[in-house]
C-alpha cells in the first residue's frame, strides 16, 4: 500500500472518529436539550437528505447508476423495502433513547448490537460464529460497559427501545445480507434503490 493510500485512509478514519461522537452530541442536544421532541422526524431528515443527494447526482449525470434494471416493484417490495424499513426503524428508535437515558449508557446498550447481530444471524442463516468471534464480543460489551459506570438515567422506555433499535438493526444487516448481497450494488446504487420504487411500466 503506498504512503499516500495510507495517509489518507488515517485521513478517513480520524473523520469517522470525530464525526460519530459529534453526530451523538448532536442529537442529544436537538432531542433532550433543544426540547424537539420528535426521533422519527429527526431521522427521517438523514434519509431523506441521502436520497435527495443520490437522486440529484444521478440526475446530473455526475455518478453512474448501472443496476437499475433489476429494481423492479416486485424486487423492491420484497427486498428492499424491508431493509429500509429496518433501518428507518433502527434510527427511530436509536435517537428516541436520548429522551429517556444519558448519551453513556446508550452507547453502553449499543456495544451489545454486534451481539444480537450475531443470534439473529445464527437463527435466520445459521452462521455459526466461531469462537475467536465469540471471545472478541465479550471484549468488546465489557470494555464499552465503563462508559455507563456512572450513569443512571435510566427508564423502562429507554431499556424498550434500546432493545427495538437493537433488534432492528439486526434484522437489517441479516435482510440485507441475505436479500441483497448478490446484487453488488455500489454505495450510491444501494441509495439509489433504497429511495425509489420503479415506474408502474417498468414492474413486473
Known amino acids: 500500500m ?3 493510500q495510507i495517509a489518507w485512509t488515517g485521513v478517513i478514519c480520524s473523520l469517522y472518529m470525530v464525526v460519530g ?3 451523538v452530541l448532536l ?3 436537538i432531542l433532550k436539550e433543544g426540547g424537539f421532541a420528535y426521533p422519527m422526524l429527526l431521522s427521517s431528515l438523514g434519509l431523506c437528505f441521502s436520497a435527495l443527494t443520490a437522486h440529484t447526482l444521478a440526475a ?5 447508476v448501472g443496476k437499475q434494471g ?3 416493484r416486485s424486487f423492491w417490495r420484497n427486498r428492499v423495502l424491508p431493509v429500509g424499513a429496518c433501518h428507518a426503524a433502527t434510527l427511530a428508535f436509536g435517537n428516541a433513547q436520548y429522551l ?3 448519551v453513556a449508557l446508550v452507547q453502553f446498550l449499543k456495544a451489545f448490537t454486534p451481539i444480537v447481530v450475531t ?3 445464527a437463527l435466520l442463516l445459521n452462521d455459526r460464529p466461531s469462537k475467536r468471534v465469540v471471545m472478541a464480543l465479550v471484549v468488546l460489551c465489557a470494555g464499552t460497559a465503563v462508559t455507563a459506570a456512572d450513569d443512571v438515567a435510566v427508564t423502562a422506555l429507554g431499556l424498550f427501545l434500546a432493545a427495538g433499535s437493537a433488534s432492528t438493526e439486526a434484522v437489517r444487516l441479516v435482510l440485507t445480507q441475505f436479500v441483497l448481497q448478490d446484487c453488488r450494488f455500489t454505495l450510491w446504487e444501494s441509495q439509489v434503490s433504497l429511495f425509489q420504487c420503479p415506474c408502474p411500466c417498468q414492474c413486473r
Open 119 to 121: 443470534a439473529v444471524a
Open 60 to 64: 446530473l449525470g455526475w455518478i453512474t
Open 2 to 4: 503506498k504512503y499516500s
Open 100 to 102: 429517556y437515558m444519558g
Open 27 to 29: 442529537n442529544k442536544q
Open 21 to 23: 461522537p459529534a453526530l
Open 70 to 72: 433489476v429494481v423492479t
